[in-house]
């Protein structure tokens, strides 16, 4: 028989992933549970293999096994064409992921399942906790992104995964025989749902929407089976009433969280679900709104993938290519990932083996439902936990079209988990055709084998944790110093020096344990530019091009740092790169104009404007660069005629505009009074009633009585 303690280990991690989280921003929430996961699957593994260190009996095989293995198998070989850094994170996540679908098929049973269940559930529950002690009582333990996060820093990292719980809390719920038990399991689930509400996040609420009568039809049709259905009338009757009492209560409870507050959508659970959900029928929130940044997305990533339909562009590498599929006017890269798993998936490991992969997975999730739905006889005992687990499926895979579960830990060891139980159902069922349950011959030699690996694995892990931690500790560090470089600060304070010593320091410490934490080191380099250390902001965006060379932004940051410097062959080869990416921006002609400019060539940087204008090729940005590079090279022409193409590009701000321009014909070289009179009237004109005396005192005394 399978021993209990994998399975306990197990049920710790999934109790810790989700309850436990970093109470500061100097590291990453998903690198904490990581590790967490990491390690308490290579722990249980290490005591597996160890308790059958002697065994000659088989051990189960499952053909799922092959899925995770299979994405694995291409994110090594990814490493040696591809983004290696990137792939290598992808070939850990899958192995750990591989080891625990094996890991969980030979150890969990009927007996263990509820131990698993109860670490998942409170897990779910403490993690609902924090989320409510942040709507109700504006709690900041954890550091927040988009509020309520829990622990997980993303509202919607946490909904994900507590909508994927929910299936697998009711089947829990469902099982147990005790009525005390069971109404105080009902209040704790009515507890997660409402926390589930207070997130907003609409592809959760949407699922759970779904969910409800997928629920109702999964525990009508096992009432025979469950042992919640052989509670006397009155306790189910008492369930019943103390879940909808508890969502009515808890869900009416208003905020006290000031950001929730001023977002205006909603002050209670109930109230903010509602008007969330319903935000999905604005017409805004497809043009304005998340949704018409994730349709970018959605369109960039099929591009890519229609680009690279057999092999993909590599394991890991999407946020590497995508610049190279957005739309020309989008400067900065839209986000790290694709919110769509499946596109994601497709993109990255192309049609050979993600589209196999993702076939083989719905072939096999269709199959089971239909062979869940069939099961008669003694078989029937399996079906109440098929129907849940593949309803838990159902939740992430719904989920999965808006986010990134898979690549968050929590979620990722789930889905894992709930194919696992599938999996370990179909051995129980005597299912052994090909793809399904089936012998792994063994030797005690290959339980020693194994174990060594674990050992050795585990010290890696815990290598690569340290490391991790350090460095993100390091460069989040400098961050943090950096917000003051540009601030005076107390007397009592460390000197500006010191801090910028330490800063520094830090984050050239954390770039050399890694250099591909592109999402932060760029901030760092941001910050030291605009403190006017031009050399150091260079040294840092140098490292992130290297690991990121399809970035606009961080080309045009490093053309302008090298400007500044002095260094305008380097800023031409910068610029280089950012015509690669976007030959015919207006983005990339401004920059142009601007280093032509700082390298002394103003003739050809005019020429260029002019050009522009003449084509009518010109925006806010380039306007704005004309009439500074007009009046920086006493080029009084090319200055007007910015002036007066932004005059009838933006007419809202002719205050400003008409100013500047009568200021420019009321001197020499291009004095001429009447015009300068009558721009300076058009600017009168705009100024608000209540500032057209001081508009009137900033003219020339000439002017002044002429208004």
């Given at each position: 028989?399978?021993?209990?303690?994998?399975?306990?280990?197990?049920?710790?991690?999934?109790?810790?992933?989700?309850?436990?989280?970093?109470?500061?921003?100097?590291?990453?929430?998903?690198?904490?549970?990581?590790?967490?996961?990491?390690?308490?699957?290579?722990?249980?593994?290490?005591?597996?293999?160890?308790?059958?260190?002697?065994?000659?009996?088989?051990?189960?095989?499952?053909?799922?096994?092959?899925?995770?293995?299979?994405?694995?198998?291409?994110?090594?070989?990814?490493?040696?064409?591809?983004?290696?850094?990137?792939?290598?994170?992808?070939?850990?996540?899958?192995?750990?992921?591989?080891?625990?679908?094996?890991?969980?098929?030979?150890?969990?049973?009927?007996?263990?399942?509820?131990?698993?269940?109860?670490?998942?559930?409170?897990?779910?529950?403490?993690?609902?906790?924090?989320?409510?002690?942040?709507?109700?009582?504006?709690?900041?333990?954890?550091?927040?992104?988009?509020?309520?996060?829990?622990?997980?820093?993303?509202r919607n990292f946490f909904a994900e995964y507590a909508i994927a719980v929910l299936p697998l809390s009711v089947w829990l719920l469902a099982s147990l025989r005790s009525p005390r038990l069971t109404m105080v399991m009902t209040a704790s689930v009515a507890f997660n749902v409402v926390a589930l509400m207070m997130t907003g996040t609409r592809s959760a609420l949407v699922t759970l929407l779904v969910l409800l009568p997928v629920l109702a039809v999964v525990l009508v049709k096992y009432r025979d089976i469950l042992p919640f259905w052989r509670l006397a009338l009155v306790n189910r009757a008492l369930t019943a009433a103390i879940f909808i009492a508890c969502v009515g209560v808890m869900g009416s409870i208003p905020t006290q969280n000031a950001q929730l507050i001023k977002d205006g959508s909603g002050t209670t659970a109930l109230e903010r679900s509602f008007l969330r959900t319903a935000s999905m029928a604005k017409r805004s929130e497809y043009t304005e709104g998340s949704f018409s940044i994730r349709s970018q997305m959605w369109m960039a990533t099929a591009r890519m993938m229609l680009a690279n339909p057999l092999t993909g562009v590599g394991a890991g590498a999407w946020e590497v290519q995508i610049p190279l599929y957005q739309r020309t006017y989008t400067v900065l890269e839209t986000d790290y990932y694709a919110h769509n798993e499946f596109l994601q998936l497709l993109s990255e490991y192309g049609m050979a083996v993600g589209g196999l992969v993702l076939a083989f997975l719905l072939a096999y999730l269709l199959h089971s439902a239909g062979t869940t739905w069939r099961l008669r006889g003694e078989d029937l005992q399996e079906a109440p936990l098929r129907a849940f687990t593949l309803t838990s499926l159902l939740a992430l895979l719904i989920v999965s079209n808006a986010g990134f579960p898979w690549h968050l830990a929590g979620c990722g060891a789930l889905l894992v988990l709930a194919l696992a139980m599938l999996a370990g159902s179909d051995a129980r069922l005597g299912k052994r055709q090909q793809f399904f349950a089936s012998c792994l011959r063994w030797k005690p030699t290959y339980s020693r084998v194994a174990l060594i690996a674990m050992a050795t694995s585990l010290g890696l892990a815990a290598y690569i944790s340290r490391q991790a931690a350090v460095a993100e500790y390091k460069i989040v560090h400098a961050i943090h110093l950096g917000l003051f470089l540009t601030q005076t600060l107390p007397a009592s304070a460390p000197s500006m020096a010191d801090r910028k010593s330490q800063m520094l320091q830090d984050v050239q410490e954390g770039i050399a344990i890694n250099h591909h934490y592109r999402r932060l080191t760029a901030v760092v380099a941001e910050q030291l530019a605009a403190s006017g250390d031009f050399r150091n902001a260079i040294k840092i965006l140098e490292t992130v091009a290297a690991s990121r060379p399809n970035v606009v932004a961080i080309w045009a940051g490093l053309a302008i740092n090298y400007a500044q410097m002095g260094q305008h062959e380097k800023a031409h080869l910068a610029l280089q790169q950012v015509e690669r990416l976007k030959p015919d921006d207006l983005e990339t002609v401004t920059l142009k104009v601007t280093l032509l400019t700082k390298a002394g060539q103003a003739i050809e940087a005019a020429g260029i404007l002019n050009k522009s204008f003449d084509l009518g090729r010109y925006d806010f940005n380039l306007l704005q660069t004309g009439y500074a590079v007009g009046l920086k090279e006493n080029n009084p022409l090319l200055t007007i005629r910015s002036l007066e193409l932004f005059n009838t590009k933006w007419p809202e701000q002719g205050a400003d505009t008409y100013f500047r321009l009568g200021s420019i014909y009321a001197n020499p070289p291009m004095q001429d009074d009447a015009k300068a009179l009558a721009a300076f009237k058009q600017g009168y004109a705009g100024v608000p009633a209540d500032q057209k005396d001081n508009y009137r005192y900033q003219l020339p005394l000439r002017f002044q009585q002429q208004m």
């Open positions: 028989m399978p021993s209990l303690q994998p399975i306990t280990f197990l049920a710790w991690m999934m109790f810790l992933v989700p309850t436990l989280g970093v109470p500061s921003e100097l590291m990453l929430q998903d690198t904490l549970k990581s590790a967490l996961a990491a390690f308490g699957v290579l722990i249980a593994a290490l005591v597996f293999f160890w308790q059958q260190r002697q065994r000659t009996a088989p051990l189960r095989w499952h053909g799922l096994v092959w899925l995770p293995l299979a994405l694995m198998a291409y994110a090594l070989g990814s490493m040696a064409w591809s983004h290696t850094y990137l792939a290598g994170v992808e070939a850990i996540r899958w192995f750990i992921l591989s080891l625990l679908l094996w890991l969980v098929l030979n150890t969990l049973t009927r007996k263990n399942l509820p131990t698993l269940l109860w670490g998942i559930h409170l897990g779910a529950v403490v993690a609902s906790l924090w989320v409510a002690l942040q709507f109700w009582f504006d709690w900041r333990f954890f550091p927040q992104g988009a509020m309520p996060a829990s622990s997980f820093i993303n």
